[in-house]
């Protein structure tokens, strides 16, 4: 069985300032991963996503990610936040031999203070 | 643009009254999911349909059933609401199995009273 603990459930940060936002997942097999935000009252958008190749990845807006196969990580890392990156954000993995069914971390609530 | 759509956006039932909520996608895409999302928590899956195939998750309860009358269309039904199943319902779809990246609607908002 898959899961994924993303160890900080809300994460306070001043704009302009670096922020990680943390996440670890267990698995017996391979896994693909993903990063989503989700802002009030909204579904779901994907931020970046780790299939294969290069371990780190990034997003349009600033956000990267890095798979850690030896630490079982997947961190999400931006160098400086705006005010409109206060959101949740979900860490999740999916098994790549079924459904695509998505395992998701507890959520990590992201507060930019100006 | 291509998307998912969730209609309707909020939702209000009685306890007790079925209520169904809908999905459509025009993204073509084979498997549709439902998740349910309880405030402050991670999205958990009810069930999926790869193309017409059905697929119930062990621990969804029988309240919740779902239909899929053709690709773009998708349902779910929850015969007899209880305050417990107050939530944000996600409906998502990806393209094939082996194509694993998930587009997730914006969510229905289902308040029980």
């Known amino acids: 069985a898959q899961s994924v603990t993303q160890l900080d459930s809300q994460v306070p940060v001043f704009e302009e300032a670096p922020v990680e936002l943390r996440c670890n997942y267990s698995?017996?097999?391979?896994?693909?991963l993903f990063w989503y935000v989700q802002y009030p009252n909204q579904g779901l958008q994907l931020l970046l996503k780790?299939?294969?190749?290069?371990?780190l990845v990034e997003s349009i807006n600033g956000f990267e990610a890095e798979f850690n196969k030896s630490q079982t990580s997947f961190h999400l890392r931006k160098p400086s936040v705006h005010i409109s990156d206060t959101a949740e954000y979900f860490c999740?993995?999916?098994?790549?031999?079924?459904?695509?069914?998505?395992?998701f971390g507890a959520g990590t609530r992201l507060a930019v203070h100006p | 643009d291509a998307m998912v759509i969730q209609n309707p956006r909020y939702q209000v039932t009685q306890f007790g009254k079925p209520v169904t909520l809908s999905c459509s996608q025009t993204?073509?895409?084979?498997?549709m999911y439902w998740y349910q999302q309880k405030s402050s928590q991670a999205p958990k899956l009810l069930f999926h349909?790869?193309?017409?195939?059905?697929?119930n998750e062990a621990d969804t309860p029988d309240n919740f059933q779902s239909r899929r009358p053709n690709t773009s269309f998708c349902f779910l039904d929850i015969r007899s609401p209880g305050l417990g199943d107050a939530a944000m319902y996600l409906c998502?779809?990806?393209?094939?199995?082996?194509?694993?990246?998930?587009?997730f609607g914006q969510g229905t908002r289902l308040t029980v009273v």
């Open positions: 698995s017996s097999v391979s896994v693909y």
């Open positions: 998502a779809t990806s393209r094939d199995h082996g194509q694993p990246e998930a587009f």
């Open positions: 349909y790869y193309d017409k195939d059905f697929n």
């Open positions: 993204l073509n895409h084979n498997v």
């Open positions: 999740a993995v999916s098994d790549p031999g079924g459904y695509n069914k998505l395992i």
């Open positions: 780790y299939l294969s190749g290069s371990t």
